[in-house]
């Protein structure tokens, strides 16, 4: 044990403790996508991905993760805020945590995030310190945390 910890840093080995976490992103931009697939994967995290709401979705209702990634601006009739309300309505899903992945950060699109039901939002351009620090944090309230609590 000691000797495999030399060679990780200790984001890494905390990760592996609990390797079987799985993140669904929800994300239409193949760069974005690609960033957080591998930033997550690259720390231990089972990821399933999905391009639009609908089979977001879908993969949510299969799979049942333990975090949703949430573009907020989606192609096709589903909005990533809409696929947030669809998943907080079901009573199976809504315990999930959904950060919300926003372009902009501006007052009115907090107040929609949170209305939506999302449990948290990042800001883009990722920073991929403060995108793992937010899914940790996420993880462990939902593991400490017996009711669902807002953090915005
Ligand atoms: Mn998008």
Redesign the pocket.
Known sequence: MAQCDKALDVQTSQRLENPADTILIV???ELNMKLFHDLLAAHGYKVLQAFDGQAGLQLAQQHHPDLIIM????PGNLSGLEVTQVIKDDPKLKEIPVIAVTAFAMKGDEVKVRAAGCDGYITKPISALNFLQSIKKFLNERSSVSEGRRVL
């Open positions: 994300e239409d931009n573009d907020v601006q989606l």
